[in-house]
């Protein structure tokens, strides 16, 4: 079984930052993909960033040059910077991973449990 466990949302004033972390552990052969999604009241789950291995980031548009998604390999890690945020971006911020066990031939997906992120005066 993998677990992913997130951490860093809280309560942002305009213009501010947060960092969030996510970390995989468990059965994990290797990580195909990691990325971060969020869901704010009313709106269906939207992509935010993800980063596939081997691959380049990718960006929703209302996030591109504010918010930065990084790896750490060695930790199984995936960060999202997040700077100059917006009320708009108020919204559970929840991770997402592809990750094959081992003795598993294809990968599976994997969520995190989610972290509020409120950005507001």
């Known amino acids: 079984q993998v677990q992913l466990v997130e951490s860093g949302g809280g309560l942002v004033h305009p213009g501010g930052s947060l960092r969030l972390s996510c970390a995989a552990s468990?059965?994990?052969?290797?990580?195909?993909?990691m990325g971060w999604y969020r869901q704010s009241p009313g709106k269906q789950r939207e992509l935010v960033a993800d980063?596939?291995?081997?691959?380049?980031?990718t960006y929703a548009d209302s996030v591109k040059g504010r918010f930065t998604i990084s790896r750490d390999n060695a930790k199984n890690t995936v960060y999202l910077q997040m700077n100059s945020l917006k009320p708009e971006d108020t919204a559970v911020y929840s991770c997402?991973?592809?990750?094959?066990?081992?003795?598993?031939?294809?990968?599976?997906?994997?969520w995190g449990q989610g972290t509020q992120v409120t950005v507001s005066s």
């Open positions: 468990g059965s994990i052969f290797s990580i195909n993909a």
């Open positions: 997402r991973a592809r990750i094959t066990s081992p003795g598993v031939w294809r990968p599976t997906e994997y």
């Open positions: 980063w596939p291995s081997g691959g380049t980031a």
